[in-house]
Antibody, heavy 120, light 112 residues
Framework: QLQLQESGPGLVKPSETLSLTCTVS??????????WGWIRQPPGKGLEWIGSIYYSGSTYYNPSLKSRVTISVDTSKNQFSLKLSSVTAADTAVYYC????????????WGQGTTVTVSS | DIVMTQSPDSLAVSLGERATINCKSS????????????LAWYQQKPGQPPKLLIY???TRESGVPDRFSGSGSGTDFTLTISSLQAEDVAVYYCQQYYSTFTFGPGTKVDIK
């Protein structure tokens, strides 16, 4: 059974870079059938797509975050990662990773999420 | 950007009764070349990640009970829970994937 697990620091200082990793187990990140995405949810608020990556390395970013976001994939470790630079308190959120089918690109499998707080 | 709106913000329905959630997109999410609506619905229970319920506006994800159904086309969509169960208490989000991805603000469903 496919599982996704987010990991990374729970506290990041303002102006620094948020770095998270999603480890995929029970399946290969190199499958041509899937994209891999990051979505976040500020406390008590709705969902915001951050960006997605294909195993080949092709990336797609939310235009509102594009200047600060980098998503990469490490097929040898079956992981993909998120970097968000110049963070502010507005970036405080639960960050989810998810698998997206390449046929319909919806988020069919989600990780449990990890809470990141931006504070000094 | 395609902006998604939902109504109502919240609703309370008696067990066994019907719950209806509406979703509207700021522009059509119907792709004419394949006649598919790029619209999905997710369910999120407290402390849990969202769960995919429906995609292509009306296709149920595997394992989703058939009391959940989606309908609509173009810019107006509906999620219907035909007979509300206690385990359906959650926030429901619509999402368009016609042009990148944007979610609606969510509709909270409770038991009356």
């Amino acid at each position: 059974q496919l599982q996704l697990q987010e990991s990374g620091p729970g506290l990041v200082k303002p102006s620094e870079t948020l770095s998270l990793t999603c480890t995929v187990s029970g399946g290969s990140i190199s499958s041509s059938s899937y994209y891999w995405g990051w979505i976040r949810q500020p406390p008590g608020k709705g969902l915001e797509w951050i960006g997605s990556i294909y195993y080949s390395g092709s990336t797609y970013y939310n235009p509102s975050l594009k200047s600060r976001v980098t998503i990469s994939v490490d097929t040898s470790k079956n992981q993909f990662s998120l970097k968000l630079s110049s963070v502010t308190a507005a970036d405080t959120a639960v960050y989810y990773c998810a698998r997206q089918s390449s046929s319909d690109v919806v988020m069919g499998v989600w990780g449990q999420g990890t809470t990141v707080t931006v504070s000094s | 950007d395609i902006v998604m709106t939902q109504s109502p913000d919240s609703l309370a329905v008696s067990l066994g009764e019907r719950a209806t959630i509406n979703c509207k997109s700021s522009q059509s999410v119907l792709y004419s070349s394949n006649n598919k609506n790029y619209l999905a619905w997710y369910q999120q229970k407290p402390g849990q990640p969202p769960k995919l319920l429906i995609y292509w506006a009306s296709t149920r994800e595997s394992g989703v009970p058939d009391r959940f159904s989606g309908s609509g086309s173009g810019t107006d969509f509906t999620l219907t829970i035909s007979s509300l169960q206690a385990e359906d208490v959650a926030v429901y989000y619509c999402q368009q994937y016609y042009s990148t991805f944007t979610f609606g603000p969510g509709t909270k469903v409770d038991i009356k």
